[in-house]
């Protein structure tokens, strides 16, 4: 376990003492260092066992687990998980419903998503998927500079998919 231990006893019978302003005191009999820690009210912990003497620190265990635990909600606000949206395509697109999807995927990818682009295909048009393949490669075409082909098109039943993720 890193970081500071709690409710351990600190078998060495010197430590190397820091104060709660982070002041170091020097090297004292444990023992004292416990004492002194509550005249202040506050707990002696340690901190770096592992050194030579071991270093422990007067803290406010409370305190610090708060502190720590709200580092740790902060940084989990501020953490973006990245998803997966689903653009679908027909074979037979027109120009400016491309262009909306084009639209869209662009602005996925720039908001740090994966895009899964589902080319659908219906009836006879099956027959035809190099018409479904010509407009997946225009669209990985189209999003070369911000995205890469992370799932190259592949069918899957009635559906022709391909992955895009940011770069």
Known sequence: MNGPRFNEWIVSPKVRVIDHEGENLGVMYTREAMAAAQ?????LVEVSPNADPPVAKYLDVGKFKYEAQKKANLARKSQKTQEIKEI???PNIDDHDYDTKMKKVNEFIEEGDKVKVT???RGR???HGNLGMAVLQRVAEATAEIAKVEAYPRMEGRQMLM???PK
């Open 39 to 43: 005249e202040l009210g506050l707990d």
């Open 88 to 90: 679908k395509m027909r």
């Open 119 to 121: 080319m659908r295909f």
């Open 125 to 127: 048009e099956l027959s």
């Open 163 to 165: 992955v895009l993720s």
